[in-house]
């Protein structure tokens, strides 16, 4: 029953991750699409957003694997 | 070794120290009185600024073992997926068919995890040295 309520909680935990990544993912296509000299910028802040939010949504996957035991 | 919670654990020990060692007055200003709040508002924002200051480094910590151990146990399942298949060395075939599906995989998710660890390291390196650099600040 833990395990089972476990997988949930780490499926919902990618959820999380992919919706936020995508949000900023489309903020960023539209930047560069408006302005594309700035390209090299606009790259650098994405893949520091990524790594946050990703980081919030291992979180949520390894607090779920330890707790699910 | 980024595997191992103890390891990422030491490291945001160190910034912890560094940040609370090297912290002026303005620094512990913001944390136990800031500037124009009444007091009864101090009293709710206290505790919480205390935690505040906890909850950083550990975030610190978590966020690198997680995404270390996510890629761990991925590489991990694609290379059991070898011994499953293969019936734990019973059935020849069917590990030589695990293998040649599980080894393009495997080093696909390396190479991915190698990518993901560089990232992450850069990642507690920039947040680190915000925090140290937010806590020596003189102006504001």
Known sequence: ?????????????????G???????????????RQPEAVG???????????LIEGAALIGMILSFLLGQ | MSGNISFTLTLAAITFILTNVFGNKHYWGHIFAM??????????LTPVEILGMFTKPFS???????NITAGHIV??????????????GNSIPGALVGTGFAIPFVLFMSALELLV????????????????????EDNH
Not at chain 1, 5 to 14: C, E
Not at chain 1, 41 to 51: E, G, T
Not at chain 2, 60 to 66: A, E, P, T
Not at chain 2, 117 to 136: C, P
């Open chain 1, 41 to 51: 910028d606009i790259r650098a802040n994405l893949i520091l957003a990524a790594a």
């Open chain 2, 117 to 136: 660890a560089f990232l992450q390291a850069f990642i507690f390196t920039l947040l680190s040295a915000i925090f140290i650099g937010m806590a020596v």
């Open chain 1, 1 to 17: 029953m833990a395990a089972a309520l476990a997988a949930i909680g780490a499926g919902l935990a990618a959820i999380g991750a």
């Open chain 2, 60 to 66: 610190l910590m978590m966020r690198l073992f997680g």
């Open chain 2, 75 to 88: 590489v991990l399942s694609l290379v059991s997926l070898i011994f499953i298949l293969g019936d734990n």
């Open chain 2, 35 to 44: 500037p124009g709040v009444p007091k009864f508002v101090l009293l709710i």
């Open chain 1, 19 to 33: 919706v936020g990544i995508g949000m900023i993912g489309s903020k960023a296509m539209e930047g560069i699409a």
